[in-house]
């Protein structure tokens, strides 16, 4: 009886932890685009192959770095990242 009640209390610890982690990434992945659009306040949409880009887990923020040099820092509603299918 006693082990049938722990191996239950810890399948229950083990689901709520899984439940409350729902909303998290278990596993990060890399994620590699090659292209972007970028809307700026000025109306203005600048487009071009990205050299790179980063964005943060806890923010709404994307900075993008395209191949000319030029870095662009802006919320993530003003962004399209692009992944070329390779043929």
Known sequence: MRKNFIAKSVCGIILVATLAGCNRTVIDTAW????????LPTGEVIE??????????????VQVTFSDGA???TH??????????ED
């Open 32 to 39: 590699k685009f090659d292209y972007a659009i970028i809307n």
């Open 48 to 61: 071009g192959e990205i050299e790179s880009w980063h964005d943060w887990q806890e923010g709404d923020a």
């Open 71 to 73: 870095t662009y820092y």
């Open 76 to 85: 993530l509603n003003n962004v399209v990242l692009i992944h070329s299918k």
